[in-house]
């Protein structure tokens, strides 16, 4: 459904007075799909690009190179309004994608009167409607963001990407804001939605388990590029990337006794402006070898794995 | 050998226009040398005012009650403002979870490490210096000396955490407080910032109490676990006690939310607890997890409850006997 080829995106940084600026490089060469009812998750640390990602999809920064094609149509020959019909996001902080002054029924009905869909009589029925799927009581509808708690205002922010009925919801980081107990709430929802709409996702978290638990397959994100891609079982059986596995073995799953995990990575995230030569994962990786330090490796793919690793574990 | 932090009976209130916020309600804990409590909870349910007021540090309109409030046998009640100064940083230390909020921007990182030092200890600064260097190479910090003329901003977020840890160790204390000190940070760097803070408790012998909501911190590095719900403490016990035997619906529940890789099967329906967490005003009376909880009575409402011992450091706030919570848990997992 989604097809996103060699996409790159160019951020030129001052670097101060005088000093001019130079390239950084968010988003390098990144070749994802994403197949229609497949919820792809995107995962890597803070600053390596999965956020870019999402905001060039939903346009909201223009790619500096590359193509982004959605059921086979170049992106860019679609209008605004005609791509945010099909495609709504989800935002991590609901304190801060809500708009303060606006009651809830009209921040959900914004997108119906933008698009100018049907009578305004009819816009009434569908917020009512929308509420009633995502778990919102109707007494809601007039109130205001500050008077709902995290859980009620990322239903509502749920509400306002599916009022039109889009195909694909990007969901960046999703639940990163919320308690556990009310987490769960908004994961069962975006997984029964996904059923009853025949939904896409694209799930971007920097929590492993939640990415296991939802999505069919998994992007391994590090600086600007994707490391790893398989079907989500085969990538927590047998991650083959270095990285993958340093996050794998990362993740503090609730088992007492275990202690806390050894991830041999060093703690320098490189800088992004000045990306390592090679392999950009070489610094922090145990297994880093001379080829590694010269030559940026091939990307790799066999029977629907994809590797991008000198030295790839089975 | 006594504990070296002793609570009893704490209670925190918050006087709001809309009444008298009870906050945190009969906490009790005790922490010794060299071992770890968790107060674990979801957000508002007083844990990071339980450690603001261990460190008499609560915001003007809370005030502070307890039984015993107790710090290597000084009675932290009675303490004047300039006891408690002198303790702060000092012999106790705390580590906040936000280290771009809580480093000021204004000065070097050297002259924020020196500080405790220098008002406590009075020693020299070159001495202070040294001090400093020493810390930051302890906690994993590369070119120690050179950083100490950097500004937090030009650090990144897990090396700054770093010199959070190594400006809480500055004067050698005997207790660490640390309210969520990796939340902040990637997963990655969460896991060796949890394993030094261990390796350097360990080392250092120090009592530490860590407040957290993520039960996968709380799993790997407590050694007692305090379950905390609106204001209270309703279960306490050994860590793996809470996490493989819970008895309180609420902390059940928790368990349940979360999706742990190789157990929850992908895409299935995780455990949620309905409802929201009651505001804590007025007069309350009954169980405050009661309008969350499946296994409801009538004697819920009309009863207060006490937490209830069952052995030795394991208890919970609920009228459920023992036996019935397990079976619950079982009919949970099926």
Redo the contacts between chains.
Sequence with gaps: MLRIRELTKTYMVSMGLLKGRRPLRAVNGVSLSVEKGQVLGLVG??GCGKSTIAKLILRLEEMTGGSILLDGKDLSALTRTELARRIQPVFQDPYASLNPRKSVGSIISLPLRVHKVGKAASWKKKVDEIMEIVGLVPRLKHSFPNQL???QRQRVAVARALIMRPEMVICDEPTSAL???????I??LL?DLRRDFGLTYLLIS?????V???ASRVAVMYLGRIVEAAE??TI?ERPRHPYTR??????????????????H?G?V?PNPIDPPPGCTFHPRCPEATEVCRRIPPEPLLENGRFVECHHPGD | MTALLEVEGLHVDIALAAGLLKAVRDVSFSVDRGRTLALVGESGCGKSLTALAVMDLLPPRAQRRAETLRFEGLDLRKARTRRMADLRGNKIAMIFQEPMTSLNPCYTIGNQLEEALLRHRNVPRKEARDRAVFLLEKVGITAAASRLRQYPHQLSGGLRQRVMIAMGLMCGPAMIIADEPTTALDVTIQAQILSLLASLQKEFQMGLLLITHDLGIVARVADRVNVMYCGQVVESGEVAQIFDNPLHPYTQGLLGCIPVPGKTRPGEYLGSIPGVVPTPIGDLKGCAFRNRCAFLSSACEAEDLALRQISAGRAYRCLLSPETCAQNLRGRAK
């Design positions: 640390e803070s708690s995290g859980g308690d556990v107990s009310v987490q769960s709430q994961l069962n997984m920097h929590n492993l388990a939640v296991e638990h939802m989500t079982r927590f340093a996050l794998l073995a990362s993740v503090l799953t609730p088992e007492p006794g275990r202690g806390l995990p050894e991830t990575l703690i995230y």
